[in-house]
């Protein structure tokens, strides 16, 4: 599939004008109050809140790339401040009522993301809107409906989530067959890298140090070594999420799972009439394999979903390039969501990894034997989940027992994943089981849900 341009980090990049130059490397051995490593969202909302705290603290941040070079300048443009994990196996760190607290809290991060955008002056195309997961067959209707009644059961306000039929689902976008929809209100798209950078930007204006081109070879207590010199600290956050295999001692910590988008041509308006899609709200479906998609500022379509969905031995990509048959994948995903899209050229395609653990829930938490912090395993949700994780780090550095410090995703400790080739073959195994899990299901009508979706998590532990 012919594509405008496939990689070079992403097409967030390419709307700001192209990649960023680098920050200077770290330039010695220095000491500081507390070192961050990966200056994406979790360690720069890290610093800000530290900051916003301590204004004296001196932190450093050590960054192989440049900031925003990860999922923080790739991902879809969700800040939805959703909780998309497992909430019955959060009870094993934490009561009903704590884990009900938590997802409250996580939904404040959207109103919290914008009250920082404004003040600081970040223009990342910020916008308040709805999510829409559609449903094309009954079998993923009775998936959105079970969904719905979960969350209403783990009292979710309906402010928030609603569930609507297929009539009223189609006059918000033409999706075919729509038979209906789960609507999350109150959630906001944005352009990541605009966010990352401008944030970037904010911390340093605060007296924050951000090295770039400062590979880390290790972090132990009190140290950080790099290619450029020691970092001594009091206090460390690992805020590397799908990169935190390529630090050793964390190879089989969290697994760097592949996720992809395409980038259209900016559309007609005569075309968004024809689509319906007129309010900028986010869009996903309920399909096993999963996509989701946003209207751009610059009134392009952005369409994510797995490519190849992950690479042996935890290796990553080259800057962004992605497989020819993603990039199919993608496109014939784009057509059956929206198929009066057909024809239109795709500018852009790009990867990145997410950093998932092996019980597929996110946990933040600090080591008082060794002062050592992380946060990280969002499985998609960072743009969201990295700033709570900023507000709940920046409590668990300065040793403030917070209503966030004790919600039960704080000091998880999932057990590792598998040693290669079983976590290749897992996770390949998994996910050609949504696959042919979605292909049984359109065989069959629709009708019900394939049992090879169910046999996918069991063997994954999602």
């Known amino acids: ?193 605009k966010l990352v950078r401008g944030l970037a930007d904010a911390v340093e204006r605060r007296g924050v140090a951000i090295y770039e081109q400062t590979t880390v070879t290790g972090i132990a207590k009190g140290l950080v070594t790099t290619n450029r010199g020691r970092v001594t600290a009091h206090r460390i956050i690992r805020a590397t999420e799908g990169f935190t295999h390529g630090i050793p001692g964390n190879e089989r910590q969290w697994l760097p799972m592949n996720s992809a988008i395409v980038v259209t041509e900016p559309l007609p308006d005569d075309l968004w009439r024809e689509i319906g899609w007129e309010d900028h709200q986010l869009l996903a479906d309920a399909s096993h394999a999963y996509c989701y998609a946003q209207r751009t500022r610059g009134n392009r379509i952005a369409m994510g979903g797995r490519g190849v969905p992950y690479r042996f031995g935890s290796k990553t990509d080259t800057r962004g390039q992605t497989q020819p048959e993603t990039i199919e994948k993608l496109k014939d995903i784009l057509y059956r969501m929206l198929p009066q899209t057909r024809g239109l050229r795709l500018d852009h395609a790009w990867c990145g990894v997410l950093g998932v653990p092996r019980d597929w829930c996110a946990t933040a938490g600090m080591d008082p034997q060794t002062g050592i912090g992380w946060a990280g395993g969002y499985v998609g949700l960072g743009v969201s989940t990295s700033n709570f994780s900023g507000q709940t780090l920046a409590d668990l550095v300065l040793d403030r027992q917070t209503e966030r410090t004790a919600l039960p995703w704080v000091n998880r400790r999932p057990r590792k994943w598998e040693v290669e080739p079983f976590r290749w073959l897992g996770v390949h195994g998994m996910y050609w089981l949504y696959h042919r899990a979605d292909r049984n299901e359109a065989a069959g009508g629709g009708k019900t849900t394939s049992r090879l979706a169910t046999w996918a998590n069991r063997l994954t532990g999602r």
């Open 1 to 193: 599939m012919d594509v405008g341009t496939n990689g070079e980090v992403s097409f967030w990049y390419a709307d700001m004008g192209g990649v960023p130059g680098y920050r200077p490397p770290l330039p010695g051995d220095i000491s500081v109050d507390v070192c961050i490593v990966g200056a994406g969202f979790t360690g720069l909302w890290t610093a800000y809140y530290l900051k916003e705290a301590e204004p004296g603290l001196s932190i450093a941040i050590v960054e192989k790339e440049f900031a925003g070079f990860g999922a923080s300048g790739r991902n879809g443009g969700w800040c939805s401040g959703e909780f998309g994990w497992s909430r019955q196996k959060y009870l094993s760190s934490g009561s009903r009522a704590g884990v009900i607290e938590f997802e409250r809290q996580l939904r404040a991060t959207v109103d919290e993301v914008k009250r920082v955008t404004e003040a600081e002056g970040i223009d990342c195309d910020f916008r308040l809107t709805d999510c829409l997961t559609f449903a094309q067959t009954p079998a993923q209707m009775a998936r959105l409906r079970a969904d719905y009644e979960t969350a209403m059961s783990w009292q979710v306000p309906t402010t928030r989530l609603e569930l609507i039929g297929g009539a009223e689902a189609a006059a918000r976008i033409r999706v075919p067959d729509a038979r209906g929809a789960l609507v999350r209100h109150h959630v906001a798209r944005v352009q990541p890298a």
